[in-house]
């Protein structure tokens, strides 16, 4: 192990050094001007950092392919949610100190892709949680963040403590916290009571963050009080620490064992509860939260499953997440009023006001319906044969039902921008922000229509776990 090997991690740390230094002299402008390219290149480190492979700290921290390719995703993800928050200069709150906490929570979320040890796993995802706690809050006077944040912390905390139970079950029954010693002992009900038990505590903090049934009544609250720049991030990077410690601990199990059936029951609990919530919302965020909460339950396909295949499209669904979703925010954020929550009637006659954000738009929600040609369809197609190749049949058949449900109130937000009609004024866009935008839209659909060389590095990762 060299430091080398460590630069996805030691280049965000660098820059949230940076953005404290900034914190403290008081340069917003300057921040947000060379922010999101410092980002991306903690983009283009983490690609470059996909071979590496190493461990330290007695074999508890492991670069492997599954916490490489997740430091990507992550970077990936910090760099569009900077981008965004970079064109909002009119935003008071933007300030160096709030981009810094950003940087802290996708820090511990990197750290959190590499720990192979349930200790250091409990440590990075607190790590990853404290900036956030401060961060949802940050709405101007608005109550409603003052309620998301109360709500958030509570939650988090309730949660935190049943996973620190949870753990101290599985410590005085296997006496190990090591991922690769829990892997050769048995995981059967019947055989180890106490440690299955506490295993499933464990797993509570990280579905919370999820956002799976039934830790998810925080999330369309939080998306709603919260700033869009703030939604935007939490409803997809803190979801990826979670999804990459869940197909960690996923490869200790079996399919049809007794913690994998459950995975499943709440998955389909969280797919069908999500969807039929989100039918009847009018704030647009409060919908996507209540989309998040269907796509856990998705999720929980790959994981039920087990095998190499199920990890593997359970890791690559979750990088098709966080694009579908980015690129639903960023249309938020742009259409957005002071930065105001906007509701359905507020998509009226937006193809008329700006067909690109329209554009943009229909791409996001064809995608996270699962329509090809995009990356939700890919994504899903992939979740639902390592399924049914387990025999989750009757999964694989809730999840294709929940599809249908959800088409009602995705395509309505295309509806709403296609055939409303408006008379507010039309969107200003500048040509830079709309490029990003574009990007965005167009990457939907290439890793949708080209999802080989992504789904083979998280195939190779979930192939070392799960041989």
């Given at each position: 192990?060299?430091?080398?090997?460590?630069?996805?991690?030691?280049?965000?740390?660098?820059?949230?050094?940076?953005?404290?230094?900034?914190?403290?002299?008081?340069?917003?402008?300057?921040?947000?001007?060379?922010?999101?390219?410092?980002?991306?290149?903690?983009?283009?480190?983490?690609?470059?950092?996909?071979?590496?492979?190493?461990?330290?700290?007695?074999?508890?921290?492991?670069?492997?392919?599954?916490?490489?390719?997740?430091?990507?995703?992550?970077?990936?993800?910090?760099?569009?949610?900077?981008?965004?928050?970079?064109?909002?200069?009119?935003?008071?709150?933007?300030?160096?100190?709030?981009?810094?906490?950003?940087?802290?929570?996708?820090?511990?979320?990197?750290?959190?892709?590499?720990?192979?040890?349930?200790?250091?796993?409990?440590?990075?995802?607190?790590?990853?949680?404290?900036?956030?706690?401060?961060?949802?809050?940050?709405?101007?006077?608005?109550?409603?963040?003052?309620?998301?944040?109360?709500?958030?912390?509570?939650?988090?905390?309730?949660?935190?403590?049943?996973?620190?139970?949870?753990?101290?079950?599985?410590?005085?029954?296997?006496?190990?916290?090591?991922?690769?010693?829990?892997?050769?002992?048995?995981?059967?009900?019947?055989?180890?009571?106490?440690?299955?038990?506490?295993?499933?505590?464990?797993?509570?903090?990280?579905?919370?963050?999820?956002?799976?049934?039934?830790?998810?009544?925080?999330?369309?609250?939080?998306?709603?009080?919260?700033?869009?720049?703030?939604?935007?991030?939490?409803?997809?990077?803190?979801?990826?620490?979670?999804?990459?410690?869940?197909?960690?601990?996923?490869?200790?199990?079996?399919?049809?064992?007794?913690?994998?059936?459950?995975?499943?029951?709440?998955?389909?609990?969280?797919?069908?509860?999500?969807?039929?919530?989100?039918?009847?919302?009018?704030?647009?965020?409060?919908?996507?939260?209540?989309?998040?909460?269907?796509?856990?339950?998705?999720?929980?396909?790959?994981?039920?499953?087990?095998?190499?295949?199920?990890?593997?499209?359970?890791?690559?669904?979750?990088?098709?997440?966080?694009?579908?979703?980015?690129?639903?925010?960023?249309?938020?954020?742009?259409?957005?009023?002071?930065?105001?929550?906007?509701?359905?009637?507020?998509?009226?006659?937006?193809?008329?006001?700006?067909?690109?954000?329209?554009?943009?738009?229909?791409?996001?929600?064809?995608?996270?319906?699962?329509?090809?040609?995009?990356?939700?369809?890919?994504?899903?197609?992939?979740?639902l044969t390592a399924a049914w190749d387990q025999g989750y049949h009757w999964l694989v058949v809730v999840a294709v039902l929940n599809t249908?449900?959800?088409?009602?109130?995705?395509?309505?937000?295309?509806?709403?921008?296609?055939?409303?009609?408006?008379?507010?004024?039309?969107?200003?866009?500048?040509?830079?922000?709309?490029?990003?935008?574009?990007?965005?839209?167009?990457?939907?659909?290439?890793?949708?229509?080209?999802?080989?060389?992504?789904?083979?590095?998280?195939?190779?990762?979930?192939?070392?776990?799960?041989?």
């Amino acid at each position: 192990m060299t430091i080398s090997m460590l630069l996805p991690e030691l280049w965000l740390l660098a820059t949230i050094c940076a953005l404290f230094v900034a914190s403290v002299s008081g340069g917003k402008r300057s921040v947000l001007s060379w922010l999101p390219w410092a980002a991306l290149a903690g983009v283009v480190i983490a690609g470059l950092s996909l071979g590496v492979r190493g461990e330290t700290l007695y074999g508890a921290y492991r670069l492997d392919g599954l916490s490489q390719f997740f430091k990507l995703v992550i970077a990936l993800g910090f760099a569009v949610v900077t981008a965004i928050a970079a064109n909002k200069r009119d935003s008071k709150d933007l300030s160096p100190d709030y981009c810094m906490l950003l940087g802290l929570s996708a820090w511990g979320l990197m750290l959190l892709a590499s720990c192979v040890e349930l200790i250091t796993l409990y440590l990075a995802l607190e790590l990853s949680s404290y900036s956030l706690y401060a961060l949802i809050p940050l709405r101007g006077q608005d109550r409603r963040a003052a309620e998301a944040g109360i709500k958030y912390i509570l939650f988090g905390a309730a949660v935190t403590a049943l996973a620190l139970f949870g753990l101290s079950y599985v410590m005085a029954a296997k006496h190990t916290t090591y991922l690769a010693a829990l892997a050769t002992s048995s995981w059967s009900l019947a055989e180890a009571p106490l440690a299955v038990v506490g295993m499933l505590l464990f797993l509570a903090g990280f579905f919370y963050k999820l956002a799976l049934f039934p830790f998810h009544f925080w999330c369309p609250d939080v998306y709603q009080g919260t700033k869009n720049e703030t939604a935007a991030y939490v409803a997809t990077i803190p979801k990826l620490g979670a999804v990459v410690v869940l197909v960690r601990l996923a490869a200790l199990f079996s399919p049809h064992m007794e913690v994998t059936n459950l995975l499943a029951v709440f998955g389909a609990i969280s797919m069908t509860g999500g969807n039929l919530a989100a039918l009847v919302q009018r704030d647009v965020k409060r919908l996507l939260g209540y989309s998040s909460v269907a796509h856990a339950g998705y999720i929980m396909l790959g994981l039920a499953a087990g095998s190499a295949a199920g990890l593997a499209a359970a890791s690559f669904y979750s990088l098709a997440y966080i694009l579908m979703n980015l690129a639903c925010f960023y249309v938020v954020c742009a259409v957005s009023k002071d930065g105001e929550n906007p509701t359905l009637d507020d998509l009226d006659g937006l193809y008329h006001r700006a067909p690109a954000l329209a554009m943009i738009l229909a791409v996001a929600a064809f995608a996270l319906v699962g329509l090809p040609p995009t990356v939700g369809f890919t994504g899903k197609l992939f979740l639902l044969t390592a399924a049914w190749d387990q025999g989750y049949h009757w999964l694989v058949v809730v999840a294709v039902l929940n599809t249908a449900i959800s088409i009602y109130y995705y395509l309505g937000l295309v509806r709403h921008a296609y055939t409303g009609e408006s008379t507010a004024p039309a969107v200003q866009v500048s040509r830079g922000s709309l490029v990003f935008g574009g990007v965005l839209a167009a990457l939907v659909l290439l890793v949708g229509m080209l999802p080989a060389s992504l789904y083979d590095l998280a195939a190779q990762a979930a192939t070392q776990l799960h041989p």
